[in-house]
């Protein structure tokens, strides 16, 4: 007892150390951790044998982190990604694998290590990378998706890289590895001895089980759980969701990581999405770290020391190589720019799937065991520098972004009922009321620095052109309830009315106007309720002026409702007879019904209030 107390205080010490003062240097939370990790292993020696099975444990952050990942996204929406974790992911595994298997042959391996170390390289470090991109806002970049694509591929491409393993290893080898790995638990042994079609009978199911419990199983159970009004017990059905779902996968030899990202997916519409992620993301984060620190930890320096030349040629050129492949297959799919380096940069790491295989290869014989050590130095030196990578992402964006680049529009994975386009100040106060109230928006602006600036405050927000057809169907157009029009150009704003008009007679449109005459344009081009920029705040200064000459607040406030309903109407009174090819002072239909308006606005306005005499009020008493 005393000894884990100790050991839990130690990484509960680095943690708190190093992670902030990585943050406060821009480093971010991930090479924090890993830098605690090497401190305190290799570099103090404070800890020991207990490190592997710590390890083991922490692996179910990762878990978790694809369980909230998938809450995030419904079925539709992974079924709309189906092109790029199909070809974009596919082609990574695919290419790299073979490109690795050619440089390890090239270096004198056989084949079946080779091509061991082939699946082994492709996969990147889900992990590292996702946090990464969540920490600096960088999901909702098309780079950011593509990169989340690639890294769901290869979390799922792990499944048939475990089940060809075998395969690889000599029969004899194979034969001794499954001796010396036979287990008693029933469960296992009985899955030992089914034939092949009957263990794939049985993982597809293990997989439906996931999917039908998801759909009929946990929601009740956690509508009952619910009932009893205890967040502990909340929070221990959802551990128990995870690690139940996990147990199940590793019983069948899958990943424990896609079986919870299922179950992610199916609960995403439930009406327990946020208090499972409410529940979720503390145990998330600290397992995490506690992982990344159990990585950083476990590199094995004697090796780097006795052959440094050796592992930092390796790891250069294991990122070189993987960096390749991704910049072409970022070419090939669209990819420009900062985008084209954050899916390189971000994903030219090994892997935490790496460990497993490794350990997997090692077990059936297929690497030796001075191979395996040297080829887990390399993954984890690649990890270590990941974050690294992505600051060299940041200083070639900002470089772009000084030298006029241009940024690709953001890939939209959520679509709601509500759409602002354009969130400079007007748009920002209009989305702020509307979330804090409970609904959903789906944001979109052109001008990037907004978008950065709104992330880093929470935001959920979409950079590009929301006058584009392509982006404005992307976000919903087609189902959306309500389009809000904020744009600062007063052109974009009327094409944009037009146009959503146009494709959408039935949604209601709401859109900011620069003055009355594009009040008039607006109302022409079919938007439903239209503001002018400065009338409100000028209504409201009207009616503060009137509470300080004499009136009280509520009739004040009463005049203000006469004026701003009645003008409204004049307004669009007017929009009937303006003629947008004559200047409004050159109309004189227009000028004799401003003048007639003006007129019943004034009349209205007295009938309903007499304002008191200024001469009488400023006489001296009789």
């Not at 010490?13 to 290799?42: D, F, H, K, N, T």
């Not at 695919?94 to 079946?112: D, E, H, N």
């Not at 690709?408 to 709601?416: F, L, V």
Request: hydrophobic share 55%.
């Amino acid at each position: 007892m005393e000894s884990f107390l100790f050991q839990a205080t130690l990484y509960l010490i680095a943690m708190v150390i190093a992670v902030p003062l990585a943050s406060r240097a821009g480093l971010g939370s991930v090479l924090g951790y890993l830098s605690a990790g090497i401190v305190i292993g290799p570099v103090l020696g404070l800890v020991g044998s207990e490190m592997t099975d710590l390890q083991h444990f922490a692996e179910f952050g990762v878990v978790m982190m694809l369980f909230l990942i998938g809450l995030e996204l419904e079925p539709r929406a992974l079924w709309a990604m189906r092109d790029k974790l199909i070809g974009l992911g596919g082609l990574q595994v695919l290419i790299t694998m073979t490109a690795v298997t050619v440089a390890a042959m090239a270096f004198g391996q056989g084949f079946r290590v080779a091509l061991a170390l082939g699946m082994i390289f492709a996969l990147s470090s889900t992990a590292i990378v996702l946090q990464t991109l969540n920490e600096k806002r960088l999901m909702q970049t098309a780079g950011g998706r593509s990169a989340f694509s690639v890294l769901l591929t290869q979390d799922i491409a792990v499944i048939p890289m475990l089940a060809l393993m075998p395969l690889l290893a000599f029969p004899g080898a194979r034969a001794l590895a499954k001796a010396e790995n036979s287990v008693d638990h029933v469960a296992a042994s009985f899955l030992e001895r089914l034939p092949g079609w009957g263990m794939t009978l049985v993982t597809l199911g293990a997989v439906a089980a996931v999917i039908l419990a998801g759909h009929f199983l946990i929601r009740p159970m956690f509508r009952f759980v619910h009932a009893a009004k205890l967040r502990e017990i909340n929070t221990a059905m959802a551990l128990m969701i995870v690690v139940a779902i996990a147990s199940l996968m590793l019983l069948v030899g899958l990943s424990p990581a896609l079986g919870t990202f299922l179950a992610g997916v199916v609960l995403a519409d439930s009406e327990f999405k946020h208090e499972l992620e409410s529940d979720i993301e503390p145990f998330k984060g600290l397992l995490l770290g506690l992982f990344f620190i159990t990585v950083g930890a476990g590199i094995n320096f004697s090796i780097v020391i006795a052959t440094p030349f050796t592992i930092l040629g390796l790891v250069a050129g294991l990122v070189a190589l993987k960096a390749s492949v991704l910049y072409a297959l970022g070419q090939v799919f669209g990819l420009r720019a900062q985008d084209q380096w954050l899916f390189t940069l971000g994903l030219a790491q090994a892997g935490e799937f790496g460990f497993v295989l490794v350990s997997f290869a090692v077990t059936q014989r297929i690497l030796p065991s001075g191979l395996a050590q040297m080829v887990l130095v390399v993954i984890a030196l690649s990890m270590l520098i990941t974050p690294l990578l992505f600051i060299l992402h940041d200083w070639l964006a900002r470089r772009m972004r000084n030298a006029g680049g241009t940024q690709a529009a953001d890939e939209i994975d959520d679509q709601q009922p509500i759409i602002i386009a354009g969130v400079g100040r007007f748009g920002q106060v209009v989305n702020r009321m509307v979330t804090m109230s409970g609904f959903k928006t789906t944001v979109l602006d052109n001008d990037l620095q907004t978008i950065q600036l709104m992330r880093k405050f929470g935001a959920k927000a979409y950079f590009g052109d929301p006058t584009r057809p392509d982006l404005l169907a992307a976000a919903g157009i087609g189902t959306a309830q309500v389009l809000v029009v904020c744009l600062d150009d007063r052109p974009s704003t009327t094409r944009l009315v037009a146009y959503a008009r146009r494709i959408r007679p039935d949604v209601r449109i709401i859109a900011r106007a620069r003055d009355r005459i594009h009040v008039f344009e607006l109302y022409r081009a079919g938007a439903n309720d239209i503001v002018r920029e400065m009338f409100d705040s000028s209504v409201r200064a009207g009616r503060y002026v009137l509470e300080n000459v004499g009136l009280s607040e509520f009739e004040a406030a009463e005049l203000q409702k006469i004026f701003f309903k009645l003008d409204r109407a004049a307004v669009r009174n007017l929009a009937e007879v303006w003629k947008p090819d004559i200047p409004v002072d050159k109309n004189p239909e227009y000028i004799a019904r401003t003048h007639e308006l003006n007129r019943e606005l004034e009349t209205a306005l007295m009938e309903r209030f007499n304002p008191p005499n200024s001469e009488a009020d400023t006489a001296p008493d009789s």
